[in-house]
């Protein structure tokens, strides 16, 4: 009796020691390099989907490699208690100068001197040829500070971001920009929407496919700036 009771207990202490050190892991794992999202709103429509899940790598961004143009990123925009996080691609480097004019975007060219036009194949028919301040149809052109970057949702007709300060232009500490340390993580893995009752990816409300999408994020070609 008293070698049973030695034997659980043994058995106890080492299973609770392995709990605790997969605790660990688990923990240092998200903290440090990847983490689970869940997305809400139609914010990046048709790239991404309301109630996908999503895996952000925190490990991306270090002092030896910045955000990139096209990238996806999970960031802090500071602008209420009740919006922590934003999800946004980054369009502008630190020193573009962007522009955004006819319902188009423009980024300027150093070599040729001349404003050039972003292709933009990630957005959806009606976002295409559809990006506009506050419906303005007049010229914006924004230069990006140091440590910042121009970020917008695809979905631009339902959206707000750097174009009008993430809708706090109004509030004095505000920016159009989002800041390099507030841009915490990037698109690592799109899991897409999975409904276990029917075991698909099909959008409960789209009906769009959302199957998974490993290890890349929507870009277009390189330019010549």
């Known amino acids: 009796m008293d070698l049973k009771s030695n034997v659980t207990v043994k058995e106890i202490v080492s299973f609770l ?3 605790l050190i997969i605790g660990v892991i688990v923990f240092v794992i998200r903290t440090f390099f990847i983490l689970p999202f869940q997305i809400n709103w139609q914010s990046m429509y048709q790239s991404y989907y309301d ?3 999503i895996i952000v790598d925190r490990f991306s961004y270090t002092f030896l490699h910045k955000p990139n143009r096209w990238d996806v990123v999970v960031f802090r925009p500071h602008i209420s208690e009740d919006k922590e996080y934003f999800l946004k691609r980054i369009i502008g480097l630190p020193w573009d100068k962007i522009k955004i004019e006819n319902w188009k975007v423009y980024v300027f060219s150093i070599s040729k001197n001349t404003f050039v036009e972003l292709q933009e194949p990630y957005l959806s028919d009606s976002n295409r040829n559809a990006t506009f ?7 914006h052109i924004y230069e990006v500070p140091l440590d ?5 949702w695809d979905n631009r007709n339902h959206s707000t971001d750097s174009r009008t300060c993430f809708s ?10 989002a ?9 690592y893995i799109d899991l ?3 409904r276990i009752s029917k075991f698909d990816f099909v959008h409960p ?6 199957k998974p999408k490993w290890f890349s994020t929507s870009r277009t070609h390189n330019y010549d700036l």
């Open 51 to 53: 109630g996908e899940f």
């Open 205 to 210: 409300n789209l009906w769009i496919n959302t």
């Open 133 to 139: 301040v506050s419906w303005d149809k007049a010229s």
């Open 168 to 177: 706090s232009c109004y509030i004095p500490w505000t920016t159009n920009y």
């Open 17 to 19: 020691k392995d709990l």
């Open 179 to 187: 800041k390099q340390y507030d841009i915490i993580w990037k698109i």
């Open 192 to 194: 897409g929407y999975f």
């Open 148 to 152: 910042s970057y121009f970020v917008m």
